[in-house]
């Protein structure tokens, strides 16, 4: 590991740390408070924090009130179908991520992975660590262990394909998850899900970043308006959270909703979004 990835991953863990610190509510830190319990000086943690998130500790804050989720269904409400109109959704640049994705097809879905190589491996994120996993196409899983813990997320991620073969192989992943949190580059995609689950993730692809949208639009988006139940579902089986962004569905009260890898997780990642989108 050279000294340039050594400090990548510093700063991941000071980021991810700040962000757990924001996100466990109570009064408002300030920029002092926060870099003296990250052992930096203020003017350098507000560098780094600045360069992860796109905008300064305080303003990150503010992303992060009770009414956040509310407030973004009133502002920044996306219809699906002018998503689409506008072509955010396929292949393409997507908003400021660069997306290159297929899906596989349903009789290599049912055969459960048979056949498969899958390497995998952890990483820092601002949201904490990260499982990756990934096939020769791109990455088929990402995700999260804040919440659930590491054992119990790897778990989980290889239950989805049981008769694959999983080789721990980070450096084979780097440089598409160094993309994905970066948001530059090109980020590969391989989508392993029923074809239900793939309509549903693609509808998500369309919500550009800082962006929201709710369980029932999505359903009308897939053609079954009456399948929100069903759309709840597949969003919750993403297997490739943050870039497929089931993050960004909430309920039409504004409610949240459930996040499979934990809510702060999911606040975190639309407090992020927002933050950057109006910074």
Known sequence: MTMAETEEGYHYNVVRRAIDLIDAGGETLSLEDLAARMNMSPAHFQRVFSRWVGVSP???QQ???????????????????????????GTGRLHD???????MSPGEYARQGEGLKIRWGWFDSPFG???????????????FAAETGAEAAMQDMMA???????????????GWVTAAFERKGETALHMIGAPFQIKVWEALLQIPSGHVTTYSEIAQAVGNPRAVRAVG?????????????CHRALRKSG???GYHWGLPVKRAMLAWEAARAEG
Not at 136 to 143: H, I, P, Q, S, T
């Open 233 to 245: 579902t597949a969003v919750g089986r993403n297997p490739v959270s943050w870039l497929i962004p």
């Open 160 to 174: 989805r394909w049981p008769r694959a073969r999983f080789v721990e192989d980070p450096e084979a992943l780097h």
């Open 63 to 89: 992303y992060l009130t009770l009414g956040h989720a509310k407030r973004l269904l009133h502002e920044r409400f996306t219809t699906l179908e002018a998503a689409h109109n506008l072509g955010l959704s």
């Open 129 to 143: 660590p990260a499982l990756a996993m990934g096939t020769a196409r791109g990455l088929c899983g990402l995700a």
């Open 58 to 60: 305080k303003r990150y």
């Open 97 to 103: 991520l660069f997306l290159r994705w297929e899906a």
């Open 255 to 257: 409610a949240l909703g």
